[in-house]
């Protein structure tokens, strides 16, 4: 028998942590390879990670509610068929880890409800073999390389305190005895010591009728902010708007929503017209497809629209693959299974991930106007808005200027200004507006 040491798994170039969800299992539980060991959360997507092996559960190295790097340990479990090797340093493990590919455990990881504020590329690879040494009386506790840590404190009962319970503890002055642990094992977590700090700010202060609410944030709301701020941080945007005049779109619609209808058992409605145009011109404007990666523009050989969704637990954003390639009706059929499963908490991981560019639709809910934040690391995203009536100016067929009531839109797009200047981004706009101003009802798309 050996000590193996399970570590978080790395699903994502652009994703470096995921919160523990809740444990599946306890010290002491025997368990079988591909069995469900643990739920964490990122932003991409929940997710189960499985049992890299048969064996037995020795100890939880972290708690429900923590935040965990990606590649850093979780968990040990005593196998059969893997020997220890002291003489090996940690530093050198995780480089062998992190370089192995367990093909297997990728296809049996679960993925239980989207979400995400910006897909990324990368291919989910499964990092979580790695053995651990026992260590000597005289071999430190932590190991000095990051990923490695060991969460060694205790408290009197003997349960595990990571460093997040421990610091928000001190800051507050808390004897971490004094309180109950929910986590594997009694662990307490940073749940547990909130909970404690609300019970005793309740039973020391009374409460006035206007006192203020502290909302403690779900672990996706989290990431969204930590994202949102660092797409915010790291990227210099800039933002434009463009007026498109809809009636021919809406026109297309009408005469076509029975047709579709019959084809794809899906309605028709505006955001797929929009994809179905926003896909063929981003073919023709690459640098609204590109990212910034260390100093160099990539531009993006695939076109992978994220569609912006807002479901139950928190904005997700699905993305659909290859769309310049796929037809208005294969468009439909695919747009309505990925916002089905970021509602429905049904998506894979490839679902949430390779996105170049995201539409965000927040038209559907009333706005006319505003600036998206961009999905770090894409170059742009483009906002459509609600479709209104309203009298305009157009010219007639004999060159007079003349009012009509006309269904208009507002198109805002949010760029990486590192990349795209005003110039690229306005003529990429205009090209859309163009396309969508010209839909014919009978046109074939």
Not at 98 to 123: C, D, F, K, L, Y
Not at 182 to 187: A, E, L, Q, V
Not at 258 to 272: A, D, F, H, I, S
Request: glycine share 8%; net charge negative.
């Amino acid at each position: 028998m050996a000590k193996l040491t399970v570590v978080m798994p790395h699903v994502g170039e652009s994703v470096t942590e995921a919160v523990v969800g809740k444990w599946l299992v306890s010290p002491g539980d025997a368990i079988r390879r591909y069995d469900p060991m643990i739920e964490v959360v990122t932003d991409k997507v929940n997710m189960e990670v499985p049992a890299p092996q048969d064996g037995t559960i020795l100890e939880l190295l972290v708690s429900e509610d923590e935040t965990v790097q990606m590649g850093a340990p979780i968990a040990e479990m005593d196998v059969e068929g893997a020997d220890p090797e002291p003489e090996t340093e940690p530093e050198e493990l995780a480089t062998e880890s992190e370089s192995r590919n367990v093909q297997s455990a990728s296809r049996v990881g679960s993925m239980i409800v989207g979400a995400n504020v910006g897909p990324t590329g990368g291919e989910f690879t499964d990092t979580s073999l790695q053995i651990d040494p026992e260590p000597s009386d005289d071999q430190p506790a932590e190991s000095a390389t990051p990923t490695r840590r060991k969460f060694r404190d205790r408290n009197e009962s003997g349960a595990r305190i990571s460093p997040v319970v421990r610091r928000l503890a001190a800051q507050h002055g808390i004897d971490l005895n004094l309180i109950s642990g929910s986590g594997g094992g009694g662990r307490v977590t940073k749940r547990d010591v909130e909970a404690f700090l609300a019970s005793r700010e309740t039973d020391q202060t009374p409460e006035p009728d206007d006192a203020d609410e502290i909302v403690v944030p779900s672990p996706i709301r989290r990431m969204i902010a930590d994202n949102m701020s660092r797409s915010f941080r790291e990227i210099p945007h800039a933002w434009g708007a463009i007026e498109v005049d809809a009636t021919p779109m809406v026109a297309y619609r009408g005469a076509n929503i029975e047709r579709v209808m019959e084809q794809t058992g899906q309605r028709l409605t505006y955001l797929p017209i929009i994809l179905h145009h926003v896909a063929r011109a981003l073919r023709e404007h690459r640098l609204l497809n590109s990212s910034w990666v260390d100093g160099n523009i990539v531009l993006k050989g695939a076109v992978n629209i994220g569609v912006a969704v807002a479901a139950e637990h928190g904005l997700v954003v699905p993305v659909l693959r290859g769309a310049d390639r796929l037809s208005l009706t294969e468009t439909v059929t695919e747009m309505a299974r990925i916002v089905d499963g970021a509602r429905n908490g049904k998506l894979g991981i490839d679902d949430v991930q390779g996105g170049t560019f995201t539409l965000n639709n927040t038209g559907a809910l009333g706005s006319i106007l505003g600036g998206a934040i961009i999905n770090h690391p894409q170059a742009a995203i483009l906002t459509t808005e609600s479709i209104v009536k309203r009298p305009v100016v157009i010219e007639t067929s004999n060159g007079e200027d003349a009012i009509a009531v006309r269904s208009m839109m507002n198109m805002c797009l949010s760029f990486d200004h590192r990349i795209i200047d005003g110039v690229e981004a306005m003529t990429f706009m205009n090209d859309v507006k163009h396309r969508l101003e010209s839909i014919s009802p009978d046109a074939e798309m």
